[in-house]
Structures are given as C-alpha cells and as structure tokens.
C-alpha cells in the first residue's frame, strides 16, 4: 500500500510541473475607415510581446502587451491618419 501511495505522491509531483516562456511578437496589418469616402488601405506595423505561465500540459496563464498602428490614406492626397493602439 504504501509502495503504491509514494507512486501516485511521485507521479502528482511530476504533472504539477511549470514553465514559465516569454517571446516576442511581431507582424503587419493593413487597415482602413469604414464607410469614410476616398480612403485607402494603409499599412501598420504590430509589435509587442508575450509571457505563458503553465501550470501542466492543459492548463496556464499569459498575458500579453501588443502596440499596433491602425489608420487609413485618402485618395488624391497626402493625408494619412493614424490611430494608435496599445
């Protein structure tokens, strides 16, 4: 009984463990106003960063801190306006 006990106790121990990753991230988008007259796609550069906590193999925590340009050109000048989002 005990032999079994200090096996289940082993394996509990070995499911429960945890890592800790962090990267970046980094990509492009293009964007545009909707049902705004003679724009045009514009595009924005995404970049931020990650960190994934897990606690075992179906279950963790991430948070995430992403900075991407969004906005649109006009047609027929050189107007560009950008919105910013954190």
């Known amino acids: 009984m005990i032999f ?8 509990v121990k070995i499911v429960t463990a945890q ?8 990509g492009a988008n293009i964007s545009t106003l909707s049902d705004a007259p003679n724009t045009k796609n514009l595009p924005g550069l995404s970049i931020g960063g990650f960190v994934n ?3 075992n193999e179906h279950f963790g ?17 050189t107007d560009i306006t950008r919105f910013n989002c954190h």
């Open 19 to 26: 890592s800790l990753s962090a990267g970046p991230i980094i």
């Open 61 to 77: 925590l991430c948070a995430k801190l992403l900075f991407s340009q969004l906005g649109t050109a006009y047609i027929g000048n």
């Open 53 to 55: 906590y897990s606690v």
């Open 4 to 11: 079994l006990f200090s096996l289940l106790f082993i394996d």
